[in-house]
């Protein structure tokens, strides 16, 4: 079973930072929070992870809490391409990290015009 | 650098028939990924091969399923005989070793059993 709970829509206007929320109460300390999102018809694709510290790269930024219950994915301009189902998804990194994924039911993010 | 293939994009079968699905890895990525989504459900995953050693086949669902990576390369997933709950969208994803923390998806079989 998935280990995150993520809401299970959200709305955004075209131009403004979406916010997808992402609960994981119960993470061990070796676990790093992964994002991917499924554009529709396509498969899914990897976007940033991170394990305590705040990360970013060309696509989005991940927000981890101190207590590394929560994080938050932001993408800063949202566009109309970002419409996707967003996946927060919770495994080991490093060599571990070979590891499948477990997907939940994710955040079908909808950007308006 | 070419993504990662599958083939056939789209298959109709009937109930009791045969079907083989391909996947063809980035070139170089030792680990592939099995995955599938069938209808209002999450995508699950299937299988792991590690070249072509099986490294985790907990999510295959029964012994009509059978993945093969023959030679450390493309990998098949045959389903036999296909049943109606097999319909949905089979996905492949790869990754390379020592760079676990990405795995490339293809775009995904859709699987039409009738």
């Known amino acids: 079973d998935a280990k995150t709970t993520q809401p299970p829509s959200m709305d955004c206007a075209e131009g403004r930072a979406a916010n997808l929320p992402c609960n994981h109460s119960?993470?061990?300390?070796?676990?790093?929070v992964y994002w991917y999102r499924q554009i529709h018809s396509q498969g899914p694709q990897y976007i940033i992870h991170?394990?305590?510290n705040n990360e970013t790269n060309e696509m989005a930024s991940l927000i981890i809490t101190e207590d590394r219950k929560s994080s938050t994915l932001i993408l800063p301009h949202a566009t109309l391409r970002d419409t996707a189902v967003y996946y927060c998804?919770?495994?080991?990194?490093?060599?571990?990290?070979?590891?499948?994924?477990?997907f939940g039911q994710g955040t079908r993010l909808t950007i308006n015009p | 650098e070419a993504g990662v293939t599958q083939f056939p994009s789209h298959s109709v079968i009937e109930k009791g028939q045969t079907v083989t699905l391909r996947c063809d890895p980035i070139?170089?990525?030792?680990?592939l990924y099995w995955y599938r989504r069938v209808m209002g459900k999450e995508i699950k995953f299937l299988l792991h091969f590690v070249k072509e050693s099986k490294q985790d086949e907990s999510g295959m669902p029964n012994n009509r399923f059978l993945a093969e990576r023959t030679g450390g390369t493309y990998s098949t997933l045959k389903v036999q005989p296909a049943e109606l709950e097999d319909s949905g969208v089979y996905f492949c994803?790869?990754?390379?070793?020592?760079?676990?923390?990405?795995?490339?998806f293809g775009p995904g079989t859709r699987l039409t059993v009738l």
């Open positions: 994803a790869s990754t390379k070793q020592g760079a676990y923390n990405e795995q490339f």
């Open positions: 998804i919770v495994r080991v990194g490093g060599w571990q990290g070979a590891q499948k994924l477990v």
């Open positions: 991170g394990l305590k």
């Open positions: 070139s170089g990525h030792d680990n």
């Open positions: 119960t993470i061990s300390g070796n676990e790093y």
